[in-house]
């Protein structure tokens, strides 16, 4: 092999053994921070908290809902908690990760570092964008596996009697349930990648954090505006409910479909937007 050959062949491997050790660097980085590790605990906590207190106000709650059924078949505390976790414990913890994601590098003023080497900007981003994806998915199994546990403990199991009143196994049932938690944790990207726009514009991540959560609350105050009844659809977490169907037989794609759609749409904008703010970012 001829040395240019062996340049040409070193060169893609060199890259791609960069762009590994940078995304387990970036992962490392967010799970390592110990406001990730308590966001973590308090999101695992909430499956505990629920269960302890239908335990303890007994079966005849008189609640609707997952949690009416979480006293007969403990299975239903791991949707329970999804649910109950989604409109605020979830979004809360994705703005404080995504919201740091960037600003946290400049306030540090390791930002400037990284981008000197401008072909390394977009593979910098990317990292941070996919260690925003890892933590959705590890937020939502965190209290997937934490209402699994306290739901067996508590609570007895079985067979699940699903919304549209069938009744399937225990098996098909945990299923469902994890079906529901990865949908919850695709549901949260349009979210994270707002944050990571945001936290391109500023090196406070305080502020980052204070204007993405601000944004959610604006689109979550619209949603519940029946005027704007018009614009809901193109809202952030119009269809975020959509995990519910997944506990119907056979389940319904439409309305999950379109929100996943959906997410896509608001992840593509906003992680462009924070690309073009990227790679145009003057650290002379």
Known sequence: MSPSSAVAVAGPVSAGRHTLGLFR???????????????????????????????????????????????GNGLFLIVASLGLSLPFFLPTA??????????????LGTLRVMLTAPAGRSRLLAAKMVALAVFCLAATMT????????????????????????????????????GIAVV?????????????????????????????????????????????HVI???????????????????PYWHDIGLNLLLQAGYLAVFYTAAWARITSRDVT
């Open 184 to 228: 919850i944790s695709l549901s949260l990207l349009g979210l994270a990648g707002i944050g990571l726009f945001v936290s391109s514009l500023t090196s406070t991540p305080l502020a980052a954090m204070a204007a993405t959560f601000g944004t959610f609350i604006v689109l979550g105050i619209m949603t519940a505006i029946p005027q704007i």
């Open 94 to 107: 994705v703005t404080v990760i995504s919201g740091e994601s960037l600003a946290g590098e400049s306030s």
């Open 143 to 178: 209290i997937w596996v934490s209402g699994l546990i306290v739901g067996f403990v508590l609570f007895p199991v079985g067979d699940v009697l699903l919304l549209s009143g069938t009744t399937v196994s225990l098996g098909d049932g945990l299923l469902r349930a994890l």
């Open 25 to 71: 660097s970036e992962l490392r980085l967010v799970f390592g921070r110990a406001r990730t590790q308590v966001g973590l605990g308090v999101l695992a906590a909430v499956p505990l908290l629920i269960g302890i207190a239908i335990k303890l106000s007994g079966s005849e709650g008189g609640t609707e809902g997952f949690l009416g059924q979480v006293a």
């Open 232 to 250: 809901h659809p193109w809202l952030l977490m119009y269809r975020w409910s959509s995990f519910a169907d997944l506990l119907r037989d056979p």
